[in-house]
């Protein structure tokens, strides 16, 4: 069923965690409701906007780091293609800055 995705560790790793935040986000929304609110996004934003625009972003971060790996090992001598950890690391904290301060 799955045969056509490479699922390696960072990928599973990836959407465990998406899963997790939004059971998580789920939880902390039944608990306690959200507000309006508005940080440096242009438009007042509520908790699950911020995780959607964090979600998207984060998934360029993969994406664009997929895209430029290959040119990296060329530009930097690498000998073989940088860890996809470093890319997950970063947009996993660039999805925690949107949460916090978005």
Do not use: H, Q
Request: proline share 4%; with cysteine.
């Amino acid at each position: 069923m799955f045969e056509w995705m490479a699922w390696t560790t960072p990928v599973a790793v990836f959407c465990v965690c998406i899963a997790l935040m939004l059971i998580g986000m789920t939880v902390w929304e039944l608990k306690s409701p959200t507000t309006m609110r508005k940080g440096f996004l242009p438009m007042e934003t509520t908790r699950g906007d911020r995780l959607f625009v964090g979600l998207l972003s984060a998934a360029y971060v993969n994406l664009a780091f997929v895209g430029v790996s290959g040119r990296l090992t060329e530009w930097l001598s690498l000998e073989a293609e940088p860890s996809i950890w470093f890319s997950f690391v970063a947009s996993m904290a660039l999805l925690a800055w949107i949460m916090r301060k978005g």
